[in-house]
């Protein structure tokens, strides 16, 4: 009973399970890119169709159509598959940490993949002074206050409404595209910093900046799996904290209940005693694999339902598109 197996498969899992899905959201961007082309192009470039995936990159308007699908029951159909991704990662972080961080996200494997190049760089990662770490980690919940009071309190349903059904919000995935293929000098310097802080710094954006992240974070305390670690079979090794990606001392704690784990089973799959440390369910452990697959569960079952109960392409037609794309510049900013 009680017996942990195979943890290093299931880190090793999740590994490649993270690889493919920053694949698969390449393959978006450029299906997406090339479906934008075609209208940018007057129809001279090839058509291809639209990748709802790519809603996916929506937080902030997903949140709006969360308030506005919890005060009216209206369910947006210019972007359903914002909101049910959303709801999805919601759902996911409320049952299995911030899962979404360490298995889905592209910037969180971008992200690992930096400071592990770091690692091999200089031979280790560095450390922010402790008062300066807590003051930037306090960064990505101001973020998120921001957002949160912005929409959640400052907006009256007729508000919610409006930009639902604004051309921005049609095409606000067509923005985000513009963003990265026509960079400003500033947002270019910007990333760059982040990228070289990055490889210095263990996820620096995740840790200090992400408002999403943030907002995963509070939800996965509520999650009812908790690394966890046995004391009468630990042997004090420290394995555990030295090798966290969110500088948890998992050596002296019991159970993590911080926002920062990501339960990527880093610690487990390094702790050399068996049994010492897990990933549990409340207090029983659980192999790394259960895990793996209950993640994955989650995520394809919030798309399917997603798909099957018809929220997920969206309701804009060909001709929409065709005329507001190439107006795209005049909308926002
Ligand atoms: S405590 Fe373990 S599972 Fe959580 S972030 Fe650290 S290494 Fe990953
Ligand atoms: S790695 Fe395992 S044995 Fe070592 S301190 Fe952590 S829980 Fe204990």
């Not at 937080?59 to 914002?82: N, Q």
């Not at 349903?157 to 595209?177: C, G, H, N, Q, R």
């Not at 513009?178 to 990333?191: E, G, L, N």
């Not at 802080?197 to 908790?226: D, E, H, T």
């Amino acid at each position: 009973m009680n017996k942990v197996i195979n943890w290093q498969k299931a880190s090793h899992w999740r590994l490649t399970i993270q690889w493919l899905f920053f694949g698969w959201s390449l393959f978006l961007g450029i299906q997406f890119w090339l479906f934008v082309r075609h209208f940018e192009t007057m129809g001279r470039a090839g058509y291809y169709s639209r990748p709802p995936g790519v809603e996916g990159f929506l937080p902030i308007g997903s949140l709006v159509s969360l308030k506005t699908w919890l005060l009216t029951g209206y369910f947006d159909t210019v972007h359903p598959a914002a909101l049910v991704l959303f709801l999805t990662f919601l759902a996911m972080a409320l049952l299995t940490k911030k899962s979404f961080c360490s298995f889905i996200c592209p910037v969180g494997t971008l992200s690992e993949a930096s400071w592990k190049l770091g690692r091999k760089l200089f031979g280790r990662n560095f450390r922010i002074w402790r008062s300066l770490d807590l003051f930037l980690q306090f960064i990505k919940y101001a973020l998120l206050f921001f957002f949160a009071n912005l929409i959640l309190v400052g907006m009256p349903t007729v508000a919610l409404k409006e930009f639902l059904s604004a051309p921005y919000w049609a095409i606000a995935d067509v923005k985000m595209l513009h963003f990265f293929t026509s960079m400003s000098t500033t947002s270019m310097v910007v990333i760059v910093a982040l990228s070289l802080l990055s490889v210095v710094y263990k996820n620096f954006w995740c840790r200090y900046l992400c408002p999403y992240g943030a907002l995963l974070g509070l939800l996965s305390m509520f999650s009812p799996f908790k690394v966890s670690r046995f004391q009468d079979k630990c042997i004090d090794c420290g394995a555990c904290s030295r090798v966290c990606p969110a500088q948890i001392d998992v050596q002296h704690k019991q159970k993590i209940h911080s926002p920062e784990c990501t339960g990527c089973l880093t610690c487990v799959s390094n702790c050399p005693e068996k049994g010492a440390l897990s990933m549990a369910l409340w207090k029983r452990p659980v192999p790394g694999v259960a895990f793996v697959v209950i993640v994955m569960l989650l995520f394809t079952g919030g798309v399917l339902t997603g798909m099957l109960t018809d929220h997920w392409q969206t309701s804009l037609t060909y001709d929409n598109y065709r005329q507001l794309i190439p107006m795209a510049a005049r909308f926002g900013h």
